[in-house]
């Protein structure tokens, strides 16, 4: 997978006019999901990774995400009791929430309206046919209805 990955890489930076005289030093990482301590530890030491980023921490890199000023700001001024674990994983997988952010103003709208669910606009793990023909997300609605 380096010498994948580096072959595009060297190439994107030939069509620039860089050419690089050494190899970039590859480190594997894991980004988000991490609910504790001990979980942290236990991802570094069994998959001998070179580090891990928590998720909170990780959406104020603008490089990496796309989060609006007012959370950016909201997470930077957090405090512990503004996140929580959330059950609302399509995968089923229990993570931390940031109470504040837009999109957890905009799921309790909704759920308000009567309409829970998101709709799927990515159409990543569109696999449910429980309730439409169509296969969706299993945290999505039918964007139809």
Partial sequence: ???????????????????????????VTAQGGIGTAEENKFLLSHYNLDATGWGSPFLLVPEATNVDETTIKQLTDAEEDDFYISNSSPLGILFNNFKSSSINTQRVERIAKGRPGSPCTKKYLCTNTEFTEEPICTASRNTRT
């Fill in 1 to 27: 997978m380096y010498d994948e990955l580096l072959c595009s890489y060297e190439l994107a930076l030939l069509t620039k006019g860089i050419c690089i005289e050494k190899k970039p030093l590859q480190k």
